[in-house]
């Protein structure tokens, strides 16, 4: 059954349903009913759990590159 096209939370929420019935892993399902919802335009705002998620995986590298800048030798 193709997707349902809307914005609203009911129907990217039936469209995440009807991807999982289909067989798709939740996040995938997440994804796709999301990506459907946004269309052209980018009227539906990014999940902040996956904003929260980068600004750690950021200040982690951040950690890993002043520890490799404290070992380095000065000539």
Known sequence: M???K???QKV???NIKELIKSGR???QAIAIALDKARGKS???QKSKTRS???KRVSASEK???KKSSKH???S
């Open 63 to 65: 950690k890993k590159r």
């Open 12 to 14: 990217v929420g039936e």
């Open 52 to 54: 929260k998620l980068q």
């Open 25 to 27: 892993p939740k996040d």
């Open 6 to 8: 809307g914005k609203s």
């Open 42 to 44: 980018n009227a539906v």
């Open 72 to 74: 380095k030798r000065k």
């Open 2 to 4: 193709p997707l349902k």
